[in-house]
């Protein structure tokens, strides 16, 4: 019975009393609940596809947001995991289990031997070299039909699951704790991993940062490494969930995808590559179910994105979350936006004026 | 003889034509409290971010505890003591003031195996307690005024345990007061006087500075710098009587900085 009130003291002290985190428990929630409401294939396969982009998404804010690393080609570690997977499977006969896990770090081994050039530039130049690494592996890759099923692709790959709601429930929980782990991992805050602040500085300031003594470039290595790898996951999960792995997944309009989707939710925050994601994607999938829609859903997605950049230049959650919450001036703790004092130091969060 | 702490051997940086620095050779010791001064595009700054590395010199060596610097990143010479500031600020402008200082904690330098994030936030405190800006430790660093960025530049520094100190005009930018007051600690800092649990003995400094009056009672030693080349080196007192100095620098404020060196 104690353990219950202090665990319940504990959750209403670093849940409760946030409004950003109870947005995110309630999404959760809805997220692991969702195949209880309704069993229509269309909308889980809806809610799949989401959480797979989003767990894309959120890889490129960790390595561009966080790290400050602009990468445009991020396409590369998707598709390159996700054909992985698909050979292995298709050729070795391997269970997804075994192919998601080595597809990513062949993503990471790409990626880092692409990192070696390209981490000698930095700001657009990097962004620009980036870009062309995707259209360089498409090119190699309709170089050997045989093996890479030229433009068609790999098909016939083993399903995630034998059921649709377990695949769903498998691709649910990989996100979680991935975003979990990513979340934690660029926390200038954290309590646990000491590498977030040194990310955050590296993109601050980068000669401060070595002129501090770190080691920026092996930083930037492991930025690249642990965004790769989750891409790479992505990757893998979409192939397996699609049963196709596709030259499409390497094209520049889908690394160009993770960049509107993460500036929208807003950038340097995990959560606002979510948000951008399940906002967005489900958004232009309902909307080409009227005909209407159909036919103007890019221009309505094109008005959206610059109307969410002129009114809320920082992303649409940092907006909300400003909205919501009010920080300590004195112990810069975050409070509810009712609140008038703070919750920890009584500090008055107003001007008494007001 | 052991190896002198810091040696600088025919130290010759060229930008295209120009050449700032021109074959510059001192020593310092691992206890002296030296000033780098000299007229505006002496070299002075070109000469502290060349024994840095964040310039690389066109032809001379850097040596550093005996070992050749040279060239080496800035970090490997970080990590092994020598810390420098800069003298344009770069702080990390969205990050808390002692996020800031934590960053240089965890440099390989000054890491220990298995310590805390809290502790880590202490030992950054302690340092931010030394320059006195740690009132607005939570406070992100971009709200900071010039004077207190620049103190925040002397803790980032040494944040880092450094044997070393490079400092670029840790003066520029602050009122007498605050002058007086960073002058009084890094003396301390010298002398190895308490400061959180850092330092057991003070590290070495090298200082670029135009404040002379603050500057000069400090000091163990001067160097003068002249259009790339070393003009007169020597003690305070004997600096400020030099002819060629006065002439090429000081003016004729001499008589009154000779008497409070002196």
Same mark, same amino acid.
């Given at each position: +019975?104690?353990?219950? &009130?202090?665990?319940?003291?504990?959750?209403?002290?670093?849940?409760?009393?946030?409004?950003?985190?109870?947005?995110?428990?309630?999404?959760?929630?809805?997220?692991?609940?969702?195949?209880?409401?309704?069993?229509?294939?269309?909308?889980?396969?809806?809610? #799949?596809?989401?959480?797979?982009?989003?767990?894309f998404?959120?890889s490129w804010?960790?390595l561009s947001?966080?790290t400050g690393q602009i990468n445009l080609g991020h396409a590369l570690f998707f598709g390159v995991s996700g054909y992985?997977?698909?050979?292995?499977? #298709?050729?070795?006969?391997?269970?997804?289990?075994? /192919?998601?896990?080595?597809?990513?770090?062949t993503g990471v081994a790409v990626g880092l031997i692409a990192g070696i050039p390209a981490l000698r530039l930095r700001g657009i130049y990097l962004g620009l070299v980036t870009l062309t690494f995707p259209l360089i592996l498409l090119g190699v890759f309709f170089t050997f039909?045989?093996?890479t099923?030229?433009e068609?692709?790999?098909?016939?790959?083993?399903?995630?699951?034998?059921?649709?709601?377990?695949?769903?429930?498998?691709?649910?929980?990989?996100?979680?704790?991935?975003?979990?782990?990513?979340?934690?991992?660029?926390?200038?805050?954290?309590?646990?991993?000491?590498?977030?602040?040194?990310?955050?500085?590296?993109?601050?300031?980068?000669?401060?940062?070595?002129?501090?003594?770190?080691? #920026?470039?092996?930083?930037k290595f492991?930025a690249f490494?642990?965004s790769g790898?989750?891409a790479g996951?992505?990757g893998?999960?979409?192939?397996?969930?699609?049963?196709?792995?596709?030259p499409s997944m390497l094209e520049l309009v889908f690394s160009f995808q993770a960049i509107l989707?993460?500036?929208?939710?807003?950038?340097?925050?995990?959560?606002?590559?979510?948000?951008?994601?399940?906002?967005?994607?489900?958004?232009?999938?309902?909307?080409?179910?009227?005909?209407?829609?159909?036919?103007?859903?890019?221009?309505?997605?094109?008005?959206?994105?610059?109307?969410?950049?002129?009114?809320?230049?920082?992303?649409?959650?940092?907006?909300?979350?400003?909205?919501?919450?009010?920080?300590?001036?004195?112990?810069?703790?975050?409070?509810?936006?009712?609140?008038?004092?703070?919750?920890?130091?009584?500090?008055?969060?107003?001007?008494?004026?007001? | 003889?052991?190896?002198?702490?810091?040696?600088?051997?025919?130290?010759?940086?060229?930008?295209?034509?120009?050449?700032?620095?021109?074959?510059?050779?001192?020593?310092?010791?691992?206890?002296? +409290?030296?000033?780098?001064?000299?007229?505006?595009?002496?070299?002075?700054?070109?000469?502290?971010? &060349?024994?840095?590395?964040?310039?690389?010199?066109?032809?001379?060596?850097?040596?550093?505890?005996?070992?050749?610097? /040279?060239?080496?990143?800035?970090?490997?010479?970080?990590? +092994?003591?020598?810390?420098?500031?800069?003298?344009?600020?770069?702080?990390?402008?969205?990050? !808390?003031?002692?996020?800031?200082?934590?960053?240089?904690?965890?440099?390989?330098?000054?890491?220990?195996?298995?310590?805390?994030?809290?502790?880590?936030?202490?030992?950054?405190?302690?340092?931010?307690?030394?320059?006195?800006?740690?009132?607005?430790?939570?406070?992100?660093?971009?709200?900071?005024?010039?004077?207190?960025?620049?103190?925040?530049?002397?803790?980032?520094?040494?944040?880092?345990? !450094?044997?070393?100190?490079?400092?670029?005009?840790?003066?520029?930018?602050?009122?007498?007061?605050? #002058?007086? &007051?960073?002058?009084?600690?890094?003396?301390?800092?010298?002398?190895?006087?308490?400061?959180?649990?850092?330092?057991?003995?003070? !590290?070495?400094?090298?200082?670029?500075?135009?404040?002379? /009056?603050?500057?000069?009672? +400090?000091?163990?030693?001067?160097?003068?710098?002249?259009?790339?080349?070393?003009?007169?080196?020597?003690?305070?007192?004997?600096?400020?009587?030099?002819?060629?100095?006065?002439?090429?620098?000081?003016?004729?404020?001499?008589?009154?900085?000779?008497?409070?060196?002196?």
């Open positions: +019975m104690t353990y219950l &009130l202090l665990w319940y003291g504990w959750f209403r002290g670093e849940i409760l009393a946030i409004p950003g985190r109870v947005i995110a428990l309630l999404f959760f929630l809805v997220l692991f609940g969702a195949p209880l409401v309704t069993q229509d294939p269309y909308y889980l396969r809806m809610i #799949t596809l989401a959480t797979i982009f989003a767990l998404a959120t804010d960790v947001g966080f992985m997977a698909g050979l292995l499977n #298709t050729h070795f006969g391997m269970p997804p289990w075994l /192919t998601i896990p080595t597809g990513a770090l039909p045989e093996f099923g030229g068609l692709g790999i098909s016939g790959i083993e399903r995630l699951a034998f059921s649709r709601i377990l695949s769903y429930y498998i691709v649910v929980a990989v996100f979680t704790l991935s975003v979990f782990f990513m979340w934690k991992f660029t926390d200038a805050g954290s309590k646990i991993f000491r590498v977030g602040l040194i990310l955050h500085a590296i993109r601050e300031d980068e000669i401060t940062a070595r002129a501090s003594g770190i080691n #920026t470039t092996g930083y492991l490494a642990v790898f989750f996951i992505a893998g999960l979409f192939v397996h969930y699609m049963r196709i792995a596709a989707w993460t500036i929208f939710g807003g950038v340097a925050t995990i959560y606002g590559a979510v948000a951008g994601v399940f906002i967005l994607f489900p958004m232009l999938e309902l909307l080409s179910l009227t005909e209407w829609g159909e036919q103007s859903r890019f221009i309505i997605f094109t008005v959206i994105l610059i109307l969410t950049l002129l009114f809320m230049p920082e992303g649409l959650t940092v907006w909300v979350l400003d909205k919501l919450e009010i920080k300590c001036p004195r112990c810069k703790l975050v409070n509810v936006f009712t609140r008038r004092t703070c919750r920890a130091c009584r500090a008055p969060l107003r001007n008494q004026e007001n | 003889m052991a190896a002198p702490f810091l040696e600088v051997r025919n130290l010759v940086k060229e930008f295209g034509e120009l050449r700032a620095v021109n074959k510059v050779s001192f020593e310092i010791g691992a206890d002296e +409290m030296v000033g780098l001064i000299g007229p505006n595009g002496a070299g002075k700054s070109t000469l502290i971010r &060349l024994i840095t590395g964040i310039l690389k010199p066109t032809s001379g060596q850097v040596l550093f505890k005996g070992e050749d610097i /040279t060239g080496q990143p800035i970090h490997k010479t970080v990590n +092994m003591g020598l810390a420098s500031t800069f003298q344009i600020v770069k702080p990390f402008r969205h990050l !808390p003031v002692v996020a800031n200082v934590m960053v240089p904690c965890l440099c390989q330098r000054s890491r220990r195996k298995g310590e805390w994030v809290k502790t880590v936030e202490l030992r950054a405190r302690d340092s931010l307690e030394f320059c006195g800006i740690s009132d607005l430790a939570l406070e992100p660093a971009s709200v900071l005024s010039h004077g207190d960025l620049k103190r925040l530049e002397l803790a980032r520094a040494i944040a880092t345990e !450094p044997d070393l100190l490079l400092l670029d005009e840790p003066f520029g930018g602050l009122n007498p007061a605050e #002058t007086r &007051l960073v002058a009084k600690s890094l003396k301390r800092l010298h002398k190895g006087g308490r400061f959180g649990r850092l330092h057991s003995e003070g !590290p070495a400094m090298m200082i670029v500075e135009h404040k002379l /009056t603050e500057l000069m009672p +400090m000091l163990d030693r001067v160097i003068v710098l002249s259009f790339g080349e070393i003009l007169a080196v020597g003690t305070p007192a004997e600096v400020v009587s030099n002819k060629e100095v006065i002439k090429a620098y000081i003016g004729k404020e001499v008589k009154a900085l000779a008497t409070q060196s002196g």
